[in-house]
């Protein structure tokens, strides 16, 4: 089993004490989030790879030598000020702190994530292409794979258009992003690709993967993962076992597919509990557990 800490919310972020709680004691509940009864029940003995994904790793450092798993952490950086990113903290910090995880995981195992790429009046080509290459040369030696993702339209994303205003891509700025990202990755000994994307840009120098590969699955813990099954056929990634909940992340980004209801999060923040099973709330008389394997 890989545990994703995770695509629904940051819990290294927020929730950095209540996992490491969980993993202590030795299992997380999660909610179905299409049946709210339906509890999973996840053991940590079960579990071969921990995958984070943050925009805010600090909170979760101090602890990352007690987790025996092997860990992949992909760490969200972009260039968006606070209009789009309210509450991001200092970008510098947030750079220290890939250097000193990847001081404790390896160069390997820590992901720069530079996703969602959107152009605007205020975020022009140039403008990327130039924080690209700066962030490339600060985390020379520190991380070895760029992961790069374009904005998509989710419902979060509908609300907020008038205020992220992006210009539709062009094939020159494929092409431009392509080359640049690839010519700055390359001269700081990195790959870059795309995960997931109509547009893989290989033929402007991306190279081809995933985001959690099946090859990287079995290098981290010698067993084959399945695909995972929600994108069959379209995505390729290792099939993980998400132990978030959306509508939680205080970081309120206004491109996020996972606060789709950005009025529920503070309410939703307000029921978390460091010392229950669940991420929100309390388990319940009439909640189905089940194990899962």
Known sequence: M???????????????????NRYQEGFVDVRNPF????????????????QFCSKNPAPLIPYLKEITQPILFHITLTP????????????????????EISKIIGPSQTILRFDP??????????YHLRAFDRLCERLDGYVEKVIVL????????????????????????????????????TKHHMTVQTCFEKRNLTEY?????????????????????????????????????????YNSCAHLCKYCYANFDESKVKE???LHDDNSSLLLGHLEKDDVIKVRK
């Not at 606070?82 to 750079?95: A, H, L, Q, R, Y």
């Not at 067993?223 to 995505?235: A, D, S």
Request: overall charge neutral.
């Open 2 to 20: 890989i545990i994703f800490a995770s695509g629904r919310t940051d819990i290294p972020a927020f929730y950095a004490k209540w996992f490491m």
């Open 205 to 245: 120098g991306f190279v081809s993967g995933e985001c959690l590969s099946l090859q990287t699955a079995y290098m981290l813990t010698g067993k084959m993962f399945p695909e995972f099954k929600g994108r069959k056929g379209e995505c390729h990634c290792a099939e993980t076992c998400d132990i978030g909940t």
């Open 268 to 270: 939703n923040m307000a």
């Open 150 to 185: 374009f904005l998509d339209i989710y419902k979060n994303v509908e609300r907020h258009l008038s205020l992220l205003a992006p210009i539709p891509f062009r094939e020159e700025d494929y092409k431009a992003i392509g080359l640049g990202f690839s010519a700055s990755a």
């Open 35 to 50: 049946n709210p009864k339906l509890v999973s029940r996840l053991f940590f003995r079960d579990c071969d790879l921990i």
């Open 117 to 126: 790429i959107f152009l605007s009046k205020r975020y022009p080509l140039s």
């Open 80 to 99: 968006y000020k606070e209009d789009i990113e309210p509450g991001i903290k200092d970008k510098n910090k947030i750079v220290e702190d890939i250097k």
